[in-house]
């Protein structure tokens, strides 16, 4: 399964940029970012049916992820900040009707190769 992330980019602080992950069917997914002093962190997840989201509290109020047509999910980053600083990657999760933890990286089965987003200040 190959995920193609795309969206990112250089901005201001207080600026924004979306995010697109495409996906080759439906899938539960999320968002997840990493900097090279920091482990993948997680960001933002959206269920399969995408009745629920979820998103990390450092993001809470500033980013929004939502699913589009053709099994796109898009993470809309607002406000954004030099410490939204990072590669955001998109991850797939296969549906299985189990529990599992959507902050979780290993939760998901594929990934996207990442796509770099910088904010300065």
């Known amino acids: 399964v190959q995920l193609q992330a795309s969206g990112g980019g250089l901005v201001q602080a207080g600026g924004s940029l979306r995010l697109s992950c495409a996906a080759p069917g439906r899938y539960a997914m999320g968002w997840f970012r990493q900097t090279p002093r920091q482990e993948r962190e997680f960001v933002a997840a959206i269920t399969w049916r995408g009745g629920n989201k979820y998103h990390a509290a450092a993001v809470r109020g500033r980013f929004t992820i939502s699913r589009g047509a053709e099994n796109t999910v898009f993470l809309q980053m607002n406000n954004l900040r030099p410490e939204d600083t990072a590669v955001y990657y998109c991850?797939?999760?296969?549906?299985?009707?189990?529990?599992?933890?959507?902050?979780?990286?290993?939760?998901?089965?594929?990934w996207g190769q990442g796509t770099q987003v910088t904010v300065s200040s």
């Open positions: 991850a797939a999760r296969e549906p299985s009707g189990s529990v599992y933890d959507h902050s979780a990286s290993n939760a998901y089965d594929y």
